[in-house]
């Protein structure tokens, strides 16, 4: 008997020692219960394979039975296997209940990404690998398993069900610290007992945001007012920024022949590096940091606009059912609101349409601001994943990282195309134009692709740039905004540097709202001790990637989707890629200083008990 258990586990011990081998530097790391519930979870792996193969044994004289069992029932297992260890190939953690939460509430999207990362050869290994792990099963079955009784194979089952909820009951505290087959198991089985379709609001999502029209008016300002938000575009990537690939050429050269009227941020970053919180906090001034309540009440950038008398118009290249924005926007104000889901036009990049229609709109619409002043909000989406543009402009080939700097490349020509239309409509020199990302992108980093599961610096750098005539500041403004180029600024600037710039800081119905920003206007100098906080998981967004905060010399993270949580530290100036982490430097007064910091903000107090 003990030579025919020794046999039926070998298989899965193999597995199992496959696992130890991957995660070794993490287990070193472990806590003694967290060492427990991965070795308990191990354990079920061993144990589920032992009763499969009971399973099929009691079924295999039956070959057709036998083999639509077993593909059943091994298929899941064996993919749970691959697609855990690739993504945490290119991620640094296995896959966690977030990651299956992308699969339920953005399915279209999610699939998508899927589509363009399992290609035909990796569709067809899998079902290669598949038969002949069937073909292998059977043979291991008839030769190797012994065949027991009903009743207690039953038993068996009965058994491990309910190790299994044991295990799921503790998963949500002990996430990447079981085998990825249980792992995984468990992610679905969580989802399916919370399972909805998220038509209603029910914390998954951005919910109402009110509507502030302001009663009176402001004296009419001779500016226009373009935004350009750009999806995904990390500043690392770009030429204005450095790179040494010429990835802005239009954008470097425009930048040159207005040296005077241009501003090249060197160091913005981004309050959120999830779409869901980022693009809010430019349209409002909000951070994710603070109570959704008052991102809810805080007046869009283009309401300010309205009582300057400013026409107003929202140009997007995306789906507005993208994590419920429809419903954020749905009291929203504007002269013209034009997007995917109005446009008419069928997906192109991910959820979104070409970016070359989006400006063609713009153009079409610029053509047609001559006789009032205007704000316009452009939201584009080249720069998201999978960075699909027409086959005319892949420059660079081979990497993935060229596949990005192809969609900064194209991009850059849209933005050429939308300064050139400004030009020739005669209204450039009283524009301005701010052009911002809602976040940046990884690239391979840190083991890293994309941007929701972490907060280094390739994910929270960001380009931010302006582009604003001398002759609508005094001295005083230039002065700071130069100033202000080389200081730690973050897109969440944007709405306080527009109420200024349109002349309503001392608006008597704006000023109420002006104490809730958590920006700086750029117009002002900004304090060189200023840090900035970036977080996806707030009261809107369940993000689990933990907290950062940043400062002009460096760089503090507190990772809460890997276990054990992990601090770091990084210094800018001499470690650009964040590779030494420096937490062991930390001072008591420093981090007394950071917990003061964000104890500011009760949304972030339940960092301070981990720290």
């Known amino acids: 008997m003990l030579k025919a258990i020794l046999k039926i586990v070998f298989i899965p011990l193999v597995f199992a020692c ?16 967290q060492l427990a519930f991965y070795f308990f979870s191990v354990l079920l792996s061993i144990s589920y394979f032992i009763l499969i193969s009971l399973f099929l044994k ?90 027991i009784k009903p009743s207690s194979l039953l038993i068996y089952l009965g058994f491990q069900f309910f190790a299994f909820q044991f295990l799921v009951f503790h998963h949500k505290k002990f996430d990447q610290c079981a085998m990825v087959d249980t792992n995984f198991a468990a992610c679905v089985q969580r989802h399916l007992f919370t399972w909805d379709d998220h038509s209603e609001f029910k914390g998954k999502g951005l919910g109402c945001h009110e509507a502030y029209p302001f009663k009176s008016s402001a004296p009419n300002q001779k500016v226009n007012v373009l935004v350009v938000v750009f999806e995904s575009c990390r500043k690392n990537s770009m030429q204005i920024y450095g790179h ?49 309540s008052v991102l809810y009440q805080q007046p869009f950038i283009w309401d300010y606009a309205k009582m300057a008398n400013a026409s107003t118009f929202f140009l997007s290249s995306h789906t507005l059912k993208w994590y419920c924005f429809d419903r954020f926007y749905k009291k929203a104000k504007l002269d013209l609101w034009w997007n995917k889901d109005n446009s008419g036009l069928p997906f192109y990049n991910d959820l979104g349409i070409r970016d070359a229609a989006t400006i063609q709109k713009l153009n079409k619409t610029l053509c047609l601001q001559k006789a009032k002043n205007f704000m316009g909000v452009v939201q584009l ?20 990282a060229s596949s990005y700097d192809n969609a900064i490349l194209y991009q850059d020509f849209l933005m050429g195309k939308m300064l050139k239309q400004l030009k020739a409509q005669k209204i450039l020199d009283n ?27 390739e994910t929270i750098g960001i380009p931010m740039m302006a582009y604003i005539p001398s002759k609508l500041l005094n001295k005083k403004q230039i002065k700071a905004l130069r100033y202000n180029t080389k200081q730690l600024t973050a897109n969440v600037d944007l709405a306080p540097t527009l109420v200024e710039l349109l002349g309503l800081k001392n608006h008597k119905e704006v000023r109420p709202y002006l104490s809730n920003f958590s920006g700086y206007s750029l117009l002002q100098a900004i304090e060189s001790d200023r ?7 707030n009261q809107i967004a369940s993000f689990n990637t933990g907290i950062s905060i940043a400062h002009k010399n460096w760089h503090y993270l507190y990772r809460t989707n890997i276990v054990p949580n992990k601090e770091e530290l990084y210094f800018w100036k001499k470690d650009l890629g964040e590779i030494h982490n420096k937490v062991n430097s930390l001072s008591k007064t420093q981090r007394q200083g950071i917990i003061n910091f964000i104890s500011t903000y009760p949304v972030c107090s339940k960092f301070i008990t981990l720290m």
């Open 431 to 457: 524009t301005v134009v701010f052009f911002v990302s809602d976040h940046g992108e990884s690239l391979m980093e840190h083991k890293s692709i994309g941007h929701v599961e972490n907060n280094y610096i």
């Open 58 to 147: 009691r079924i295999s004289t039956n070959k057709y039975s036998f083999y639509l069992f077993a593909l059943v029932l091994l298929s899941p297992l064996l993919l749970s296997f691959i697609a855990s260890y690739a993504y945490f190939s290119l991620n640094g953690i296995f896959p966690n209940y977030y990651t299956l939460l992308y699969f339920k509430t953005e399915p279209k999207s999610a699939m998508m990404i899927v589509r363009d990362v399992a290609g035909w050869r990796e569709v067809i290994f899998f079902g290669l690998l598949l038969v002949l792990v069937l073909f292998g099963m059977r043979w291991f079955v008839k030769k190797q398993v012994p065949e």
């Open 244 to 292: 040494d690939r010429k990835t802005t050429p239009y954008l470097s050269k425009f930048a040159s022949e207005n040296r005077d009227d241009f501003y090249t941020f060197q160091q913005a970053v981004s309050v959120s590096t999830t779409t869901m919180l980022a693009v809010p906090a430019i349209l409002t001034g909000i951070g994710p940091f603070q109570d959704s």
């Open 531 to 537: 840090k900035v906080i970036s977080l996806n998981n």
């Open 381 to 400: 989406n080249t720069t998201h994943y999978p960075y699909k543009i027409p086959q005319e402009y892949l420059k660079w080939k081979d990497t993935y």
């Open 18 to 33: 496959v696992d130890v081998y991957l995660r070794s530097s993490l287990l070193a790391l472990y806590s003694t219960k």
